[in-house]
């Protein structure tokens, strides 16, 4: 079945520490690959995507993420954090045969000041 | 704002009443989407529509559970006879070509079944 995983559910660092969360997807096909943030008391909003070209895409706040196609992942990074990135952070998925996004369970980051 | 619109914003209901929910997507997008997620979930699938058309329903969508979009262009959401388990964050999103596959969400509905 097409599935999206999160492999961190819970994350804690302190200002200035790196980011990496992951994603892996189980499907062969092609495939657009999005990361969703949601601040506390806000809706979804999009923090970067890729559809195709250079694997390595970079997103809003310093965020980036990079596709590596062998490994159906869709790693998360941000090289220093700060208190305002807490929140909670979705991984999804559209898959060219099912015409929806496929969400992972999220990742709550909380930075600590 | 010319955002996804949903409303009402919350809804606490008594088990067994019906509850309707609306959706206004962004203007001239094609595509509407609802999902409902509950806490320490991602958003779940539960169905779409291109234009008026209804294209896929999740299994999650239980016979209860209709939508519509009589214009092709806002939508609403009914629960018939709720149940507590219904209790959930339920989002719209809408999106367009070519980029079908971005998808912006709105602020959601929070429904509670007491």
């Known amino acids: 079945a097409q599935s999206v995983s999160q492999h961190n559910h819970h994350v804690i660092l302190s200002e200035a520490a790196s980011l990496e969360l992951g994603c892996n997807y189980s499907?062969?096909?092609?495939?657009?690959l999005f990361w969703y943030v949601q601040y506390p008391g806000q809706h979804l909003q999009l923090l970067l995507k890729?559809?195709?070209?250079?694997?390595l895409v970079k997103g809003i706040k310093g965020f980036e993420a990079e596709f590596i196609k062998s490994k159906f992942s869709f790693n998360l990074r941000k090289p220093s954090v700060q208190w305002s990135d807490t929140a909670e952070y979705f991984c999804?998925?559209?898959?060219?045969?099912?015409?929806?996004?496929?969400f992972g369970s999220g990742t709550r980051l909380l930075v600590r000041p | 704002d010319t955002g996804v619109s949903q409303n009402p914003r919350h809804k606490i209901t008594k088990r067994g009443q019906n509850v309707t929910f609306r959706c206004d997507p962004i203007?001239?997008?094609?595509?509407l989407y609802w999902y409902r997620q509950t806490l320490g979930q991602g958003p779940e699938f539960l169905t779409y529509?291109?234009?008026?058309?209804?294209?896929?329903k999740s299994r999650l969508l239980s016979d209860r559970f209709s939508a519509e979009r009589p214009k092709g262009s806002f939508s609403t959401l009914e629960i018939q006879r709720t149940e507590q388990g219904d209790s959930a964050m339920y989002l719209c999103?809408?999106?367009?070509?070519?980029?079908?596959?971005?998808?912006?969400f709105g602020q959601g509905t929070r429904l509670t079944v007491v």
């Open positions: 999103a809408s999106s367009d070509q070519p980029f079908e596959s971005e998808a912006f």
């Open positions: 499907y062969g096909g092609t495939v657009n």
């Open positions: 890729y559809f195709s070209g250079d694997p």
């Open positions: 999804a998925v559209w898959m060219d045969s099912s015409y929806k996004l496929i």
């Open positions: 203007s001239e997008h094609n595509r």
């Open positions: 529509f291109q234009n008026e058309a209804q294209l896929e």
